[in-house]
């Protein structure tokens, strides 16, 4: 047995934990009472429900299952802490993550506190970025991050492999 395969289990665990609860949110939010919801969650509809979400988030990769996250699940007026949110996500999709959290937090009134080691995240957000590699611990544009300056150089070093015609 492999840790992989004790945290896939976990995982399994967590998910249908959070997909439980995030379904009894939706029936209340559409009008049912509490103990209407948890005589709901008794029934073979409510199992059937979760067993096919849980069956489509198994077929999609962890990237597609992230930002399937984030467009259906993150409400506004909330506050989220993110931990590297953009793990399993291309530079694409972490610029589509952080234009949503743009505006979920714009326009939505909701706060986020995210640790994130990507340039793309770190570029894209409005947001006030504190260094915490910083002593004393201080703001910072994106730009000026270690961890960014080290994929400039990198690439910067490499400048000519983009530059071929």
């Known amino acids: 047995m492999k840790s992989e395969d004790i945290l896939y289990e976990i995982k399994k665990i967590q998910q249908s934990s959070v997909l439980s609860e995030g379904i009894m949110y939706e029936q209340i939010n559409q009008g049912m009472s509490k103990a209407q919801a948890a005589q709901y969650e008794a029934t073979y509809a409510f199992k059937k429900k979760l067993e096919d979400i ?71 957000l409005h947001a006030k970025i504190y260094n915490l590699d910083a002593k004393p611990l201080q703001t910072a544009e994106w730009f000026e991050l270690d961890n960014v300056q080290f994929f400039y150089r990198f690439f910067n070093k490499h400048k000519q492999l983009f530059e071929r015609e």
């Open 54 to 124: 849980q069956f489509s988030q198994e077929k999609y990769s962890n990237g597609e299952t992230s930002m399937q996250f984030f467009e259906e699940y993150l409400l506004p007026g909330q506050l989220y802490l993110l931990d590297e949110p953009e793990t399993s996500l291309s530079p694409a999709n972490q610029i589509r993550m952080a234009e949503q959290i743009n505006e979920l937090a714009r326009y939505f009134d909701s706060q986020f506190i995210i640790a994130t080691h990507s340039p793309f995240v770190l570029g894209k």
